[in-house]
């Protein structure tokens, strides 16, 4: 059972600041849920960039270790294969050697690798219940190949080489694109999870250290992701630094000087009290999807489409109905541009 007692992992906020992994208590629960029963279909965990995906999936690994369910959790971005994977020796063992048969780019080869492992051993895993994580699987796959690579995962758990096993496979995106991919097949369960809640980000405000601005408005900007009170809290809390940041990072002042010719500014003006409008210009909508800048929400009524709440509805803080800005900042950077467009 996770109760708020549950060990925690330990995660570098910033150079010198360690935090402890806060709040989250009702995703473990269910990703736990889950992973005690085996789940027919992969499970695609997709949310804004920087909600804390990653570092929910590296809580549950602890979760699952000390529950004594073995997991295989494979990070696509990172270029040690040590560091790479997690697994029980024997697992990871097997990870390694196939891997190390295969050319080219250590996460791509990763991703296949867990399935085709576990397909291989099997019945040689102690655990009655196996979950394998794949962390941004199709950033390593390629889009291209993100169907296929959800079918392989599929076949896993619809013909397994031994029956008695209960398997979860988990895989993560913050991309729109790969999300409609995944969705256009059915060969998976898509499930959201949002950025922290009101009172989850504020449990991890307050472990950073004074001076800082109120609460309130740490909350009014990041909106609840973590990547970005990050980004914030790095710049000496300098709201206008931090804007700049996205704005330019991101090339923004092109990207929407673009939008802003092909599609006009009414709409996306409208958009900024109300982002379900922008739904208006389908082609408008794709573009800033593609740009990371909105995300779509699931029916907030389906709530097995849910890890953990969905965000109420929120029209200052850029979420709406069945569309949101990734974040009050992001919404804000735009909100920014076109005020300077004339
Ligand atoms: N529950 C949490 N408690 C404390 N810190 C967190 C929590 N969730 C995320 N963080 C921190 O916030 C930052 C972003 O989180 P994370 O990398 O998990 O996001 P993500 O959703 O995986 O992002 P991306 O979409 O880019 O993969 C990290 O520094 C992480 O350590
Ligand atoms: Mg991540």
């Known amino acids: 059972?996770?109760?708020?007692?549950?060990?925690?992992?330990?995660?570098?906020?910033?150079?010198?600041?360690?935090?402890?992994?806060?709040?989250?208590?009702?995703?473990?629960?269910?990703?736990?849920?889950?992973?005690?029963?085996?789940?027919?279909?992969?499970?695609?965990?997709?949310?804004?960039?920087?909600?804390?995906?990653?570092?929910?999936?590296?809580?549950?690994?602890?979760?699952?270790?000390?529950?004594?369910?073995?997991?295989?959790?494979?990070?696509?971005?990172?270029?040690?294969?040590?560091?790479?994977?997690?697994?029980?020796?024997?697992?990871?063992?097997?990870?390694?050697?196939?891997?190390?048969?295969?050319?080219?780019?250590?996460?791509?080869?990763?991703?296949?690798?867990?399935?085709?492992?576990?397909?291989?051993?099997?019945?040689?895993?102690?655990?009655?219940?196996?979950?394998?994580?794949?962390?941004?699987?199709?950033?390593?796959?390629?889009?291209?190949?993100?169907?296929?690579?959800?079918?392989?995962?599929?076949?896993?758990?619809?013909?397994?080489?031994?029956?008695?096993?209960?398997?979860?496979?988990?895989?993560?995106?913050?991309?729109?694109?790969?999300?409609?991919?995944?969705?256009?097949?059915?060969?998976?369960?898509?499930?959201?999870?949002?950025?922290?809640?009101?009172?989850?980000?504020k449990e991890l405000y307050d472990q950073l250290p004074e001076p800082k601005p109120d609460y309130s408005q740490v909350w009014r900007i990041t909106g609840g992701n973590p990547r970005i009170l990050k980004q914030y809290y790095i710049r000496d809390w300098s709201v206008e630094n931090l804007i700049k940041w996205l704005i330019v990072e991101r090339g923004l002042e092109t990207e929407i000087a673009k939008i802003v010719k092909e599609h006009g500014k009414t709409l996306l003006i409208e958009g900024l009290e109300d982002p379900d409008l922008l739904l208006n210009d389908y082609q408008l909508y794709l573009k800033l999807e593609k740009l990371n800048l909105i995300v779509d929400l699931h029916d907030r009524s389906y709530s097995e489409g849910w890890i953990g709440a969905p965000p109420p509805k929120n029209p200052e803080l850029g979420v709406g109905n069945k569309i949101a800005w990734q974040t009050p900042l992001h919404k804000e950077a735009v909100q920014k541009i076109i005020q300077q467009i004339a």
């Open 1 to 201: 059972m996770v109760s708020a007692e549950f060990k925690r992992i330990k995660l570098i906020f910033a150079p010198r600041t360690v935090v402890t992994f806060s709040n989250r208590i009702e995703e473990l629960k269910k990703l736990l849920n889950l992973a005690r029963r085996g789940h027919a279909f992969p499970v695609v965990v997709f949310g804004p960039e920087g909600c804390g995906k990653t570092a929910l999936l590296k809580q549950l690994v602890l979760l699952l270790k000390e529950e004594g369910i073995e997991v295989v959790y494979v990070d696509t971005l990172e270029e040690n294969i040590d560091r790479a994977i997690l697994a029980s020796p024997e697992l990871k063992e097997a990870l390694v050697s196939l891997s190390e048969a295969v050319m080219g780019p250590l996460g791509k080869t990763l991703a296949y690798a867990a399935i085709a492992v576990v397909s291989k051993i099997l019945s040689k895993v102690k655990s009655e219940n196996l979950v394998i994580i794949v962390d941004e699987v199709f950033q390593a796959v390629g889009l291209d190949n993100a169907a296929i690579y959800i079918k392989k995962a599929l076949n896993l758990l619809e013909y397994p080489p031994d029956l008695r096993k209960r398997i979860l496979i988990i895989l993560t995106t913050s991309e729109g694109i790969s999300r409609k991919e995944v969705a256009r097949h059915g060969w998976a369960d898509i499930k959201e999870i949002w950025n922290l809640s009101f009172t989850g980000l």
